[in-house]
Nanobody, 121 residues
């Protein structure tokens, strides 16, 4: 089970850190990804990290602004978001994959509930 948290209202240019807490003792067996879905739009890939955290991947719109990380000892993954823009407004979801790493929703088997990020002045 995955629990995403950390969303909220932030001004353009601000920062937020999302957390994805996993229950169970097999968190390190899964790659983790973050996706987002804005109203009226399809769910889109944001970032992903391998089981060990050695490799990451980012969508072009967030590359250089967002950083994904994980702490397997705490069964938690993070998404540090900086230089936020209004177009980053969306529900953000974390998910777990048995693949090495995946950028598509179909590659994930477990999903957390969304946490809403609103970027507005």
């Amino acid at each position: 089970q995955l629990q995403a948290s950390g969303g909220g209202l932030v001004q353009p240019g601000g920062s937020l850190r999302l957390s994805c807490a996993a229950s169970g003792r097999t968190f390190s067996s899964y790659a983790v990804g973050w996706f987002r879905q804005a109203p009226g739009k399809e769910r889109e890939f944001v970032a992903a990290i391998t089981r060990s955290g050695a490799s990451t991947d980012y969508a072009d719109p967030v590359r250089g602004r967002f950083t994904i990380s994980r702490d397997n000892a705490k069964n938690t993954a993070y998404l540090q978001m900086s230089s936020l823009k209004p177009e980053d407004t969306a529900d953000y979801y974390c998910a777990a994959s048995t693949w090495l790493i995946s950028t598509v929703p179909g590659g994930y088997v477990y999903w957390g509930q969304g946490t809403l990020v609103t970027v507005s002045s």
